[in-house]
């Protein structure tokens, strides 16, 4: 009698695979955040700590076109497709984000450290971590209030990182500051901003899984 060969069974893609690579997206980018908080404590040798945040957008991207190509396949409501769409761009762009503080730390020649940008990284991971976890939650479908507890966690890190920016222009009114100090402050400010920018994509990423819950969880 014949044997008749096993066909392996092969999930058909559905709208988790999109929030499974959504998630680690999201673990990418708090990667990405986590080599620059390196980079701060490693200001002369930049140069490899920079290699690191290529290769990882570089992984990134690759997985960004996954998404692009999977939404359509497994997503029909056009507002979970804007959704998850969103999401990705937001992340993408705090990896920007980062990428952009990081090479001007190089560029700049920046002399360490900068308690500010340590917060904002802090700030950053934090929210990151919130993100993955809120994703990874409504991939499962279940816990909507632990869920909504993350994403507002994630909102508010961005007011906590606008709050450290205010915090530190007050304060450096107020200090007297010789002239190489503020030059050198105004060459962190640069640094500053971006990270600033990241939180604030990072909202909008938090935002745009808030839409998701309201249709998913």
Request: proline share 4%; aromatic share 2%.
């Amino acid at each position: 009698m014949a044997t008749v060969p096993v066909v392996p069974v092969v999930p058909f893609p559905s709208i988790d695979h999109a929030l499974d690579l959504c998630a680690r997206h999201a673990r990418y980018v708090g990667e990405g955040a986590a080599i620059l908080r390196a980079g701060l404590g490693r200001l002369d040798a930049l140069d490899s700590e920079i290699n690191r945040l290529n290769e990882l957008e570089r992984q990134a991207d690759q997985l960004i076109e996954q998404v692009v190509t999977l939404v359509p396949r497994v997503v029909t409501l056009p507002s979970e497709r804007a959704a998850i769409v969103t999401l990705t761009h937001g992340l993408d762009d705090v990896l920007d984000d980062l990428d952009a503080g990081l090479t001007r730390m190089l560029l700049l020649r920046l002399q360490g450290p900068s308690p500010l940008a340590a917060a904002l990284v802090g700030v950053l991971i934090r929210q990151l971590e919130a993100i993955e976890r809120a994703l990874g939650l409504l991939r499962v479908r279940r816990e909507r209030a632990a869920i909504q507890m993350h994403l507002t966690t994630a909102r508010s890190l961005a007011a906590e990182a606008d709050g450290l920016l205010v915090e530190a222009l007050a304060g450096l009114r107020a200090d007297a500051l010789d002239l190489p100090q503020i030059v050198e402050w105004l060459k962190w400010t640069e640094v500053h901003r971006a990270l600033g920018t990241a939180a604030r994509h990072g909202r909008d990423a938090a935002q745009a899984v808030e839409a998701l819950v309201a249709r998913l969880a």
